[in-house]
């Protein structure tokens, strides 16, 4: 008996597969003569009762497009069927290249190139140990949001000694704005208080005020930002007229009840015991990304695997798209084109490691039965609704339209479920640490993997051509 799908193993190579794949004529016409009568039954012509069209009136207006369906679908169950009997873990959709165009009455020939996902081995989790850090307790730090509070709520005064501006000080001064030497709307005022090192003005202007005693004069060369929220101004040189009339400081007010019940307190010991548990939340908070990373990172040291290039390449090419994000639509074509290269050099690798952990992770959630249920999904939805109040519904509606976010959610939650199982069952050398050194520590692990800029194994792109 004749099979209907026929699939032979022409090429494997490292993780590249190609098969011919033949699908009778027989299959193809029993496929189309069922879709046909279908077709038949559930359309209306004029002239024709409901669900009595001819089946050959039906084939001369709809033929085409029914051809072009069944095609679809015998590719679709041909595919399903390659993948079963060869036992196969496709990391993409496979490619379809076709000998020649189908013809009637004849079988249909086409090849299939895919990559296929690579063997990833169990993690011995006894042999692994990290580190987990423990923030000591600072009384110090919890004051020093009462300090905070304090200088918020407290005034300026004029300073008694003579001296020059310091970052920290607040000038009274009076100012005028000139780009290409003509005067900038709403860029003048007199009597204005600025807080030198707060960051109101554009760079360089609260820079520019320092070292100048009360009375002195001076004029200010910056420029614009690119991407000014006044897009006429945006990456414009400026020149300011300023005169620095007084310099003053920050009294505070005092840390007392009284300031307390203005933030909302009865009384000090509240708004001190708030500050505790803001203070907590917040090293629990690092002390968890830290681990998460931690985890991460030994990972990408324990295993090194060839990696799907269609993979990578996706992945790449999405880090691409959010960086072009940053300009103008009608610049992002030019923009891609000038740092792509630049691009490549510093986020290729980037791209292997996030697919390299994803990879890893996954294989590590099927192994130990790691999973994401529903209610978890609705759980994380109804969160980022509650954090978002008054937008509701349009986060609630994002996540029915789009079933991609859905999806993207579920691999978030899904990798901090395996996360946390492997925190469980490795060996934690427990580290006690202050808020600064931990602070230090991430720090210093951004700088290291920047600099590292490991090389993971791809497979190959000629490889890969053959499926684009």
Known sequence: MKKNIISKEIKSQGLFRAYEVTISSDYIDEIFEKALSMKAANTSIPGFRPGKVSPEIVRQRYGKEILSEVLDEALDRATQSLISEHKLKPSLQPHFHPTSAYEKGKDFTYTLHLEVLPEVDSLDFASVSLPFYKIKADPEKVQFFNQLRARSAGKTAAVSEKRKTKTGDFVLIDFKGFVEGK????????????????????????????????????????????????????????????????????????????????????????????????????????????????????????????????????EFRNICHQLEMEVAPEKRKEYREKNLGAWEKEYFSIAGRRVLLGLVLAELAKEHKVSVLDKEIHAAILQEAQENPGQEAQVFKHYKDHAQAVEHLRANILEAKVIDFILKNVKLVEKEVSEEELAKIQKDRIAVLESSQRTYKVEKEEDLCQMS
Request: proline fraction near 5%.
């Open 183 to 314: 005067p900038l709307k709403g860029g003048e005022a007199q009597d204005f208080e600025l807080e030198l090192g707060g960051g109101q003005f554009i760079p360089g202007f609260e820079e520019g005020l320092i070292g100048f005693s009360a009375g002195d004069e001076t004029r200010i060369k910056v420029s614009f930002p690119e991407g000014y929220q006044e897009k006429s101004l945006s990456g414009k040189p400026a020149e300011f007229e300023v005169r620095v009339k007084e310099i003053r400081e920050m009294i505070p007010a005092e840390i007392n009840d009284e300031l307390a019940k203005k933030h909302g307190y009865e009384n000090v010991a509240e708004m001190t015991k708030a500050n505790e548990t803001y203070l907590l939340e917040a090293h629990e908070k690092m002390i968890k990304d830290q681990a998460k990373q931690d985890v991460l990172d030994k990972l990408a040291e324990l295993y090194d695997f060839t990696l799907p290039r269609s993979m990578v390449n996706l």
